[in-house]
């Protein structure tokens, strides 16, 4: 079973920009889409953005984030990016990535789809 760390977190004021990293160990990662979710405070996770397996040549986001935030992977590193430009207050989350071992993204990122969890990393946009 694949196991994701993430970081990159901290505390950005409105418009900032900030760079979150999600780092996989186990087998076999790049073949597997990967995404970004986010659980606001009193609100439940919310899948924000993906990126597929291999290449990565298919990309999905949410309509909160489309246009501001960029996913990318890097499978030497096993590494899975997600640039947020243009942060807003409503983008205050922890933020997690994970996986339904797929090679494509699934529709609507279900977060029911994800049986493993990592740590997340806190992002707190605020003056």
């Known amino acids: 079973q694949l196991q994701f760390v993430e970081s990159g977190g901290g505390l950005v004021q409105p418009g900032g920009s900030l760079n979150l990293s999600c780092v996989a160990s186990?087998?076999?990662?790049?073949?597997?889409?990967v995404g970004w979710f986010r659980q606001a405070p009193g609100r439940e996770r919310e899948g924000v953005s993906c990126?597929?397996?291999?290449?990565?040549?298919?990309?999905f986001y949410s309509d909160s984030v489309k246009g501001r935030f960029t996913i990318s992977r890097d499978n030497a590193e096993k590494t899975v990016y997600l640039q947020m430009n243009n942060r807003e207050p409503d983008d205050t989350a922890d933020y997690y990535c994970?996986?339904?071992?797929?090679?494509?993204?699934?529709?609507?990122?279900?977060?029911?789809?994800?049986?493993?969890w990592g740590q997340g990393t806190q992002v707190t946009v605020s003056s």
């Open positions: 990126i597929s397996g291999w290449d990565g040549r298919s990309t």
């Open positions: 186990g087998f076999g990662v790049n073949a597997y889409a």
């Open positions: 994970a996986t339904d071992y797929a090679p494509a993204c699934p529709l609507g990122m279900p977060v029911d789809a994800v049986d493993s």
